[in-house]
């Protein structure tokens, strides 16, 4: 992963949001309780600010690869949720 992962962009950092479709749009999130990068308290603060459906699983930053399950579960929850 770390061999095809670009560099953030200055873009990613600077640039200012001009809406926030969390304050409109059912959103969902799962925590990484393991995870070096973003602390889980800092994790817990976004979704809820987000009102979102949370799921939390331990795993790490890239829990797209160690628990891909997970993900899918919770991908196919949102799209049941929002149809």
Known sequence: MAATQRP???AALNDTATEAAWKTTPSWAL??????NIPI????LMADRAGSHTREVKAS???TVSQPQAVARLIKQADHATR
Do not use: F
């Not at 925590?31 to 070096?36: A, E, K, P, Q, S």
């Not at 308290?41 to 817990?44: D, I, N």
């Open 8 to 10: 953030i962009t200055d």
């Open 31 to 36: 925590t990484t309780t393991r995870d070096l």
């Open 41 to 44: 308290a800092a994790q817990r």
């Open 61 to 63: 930053h890239a829990v």
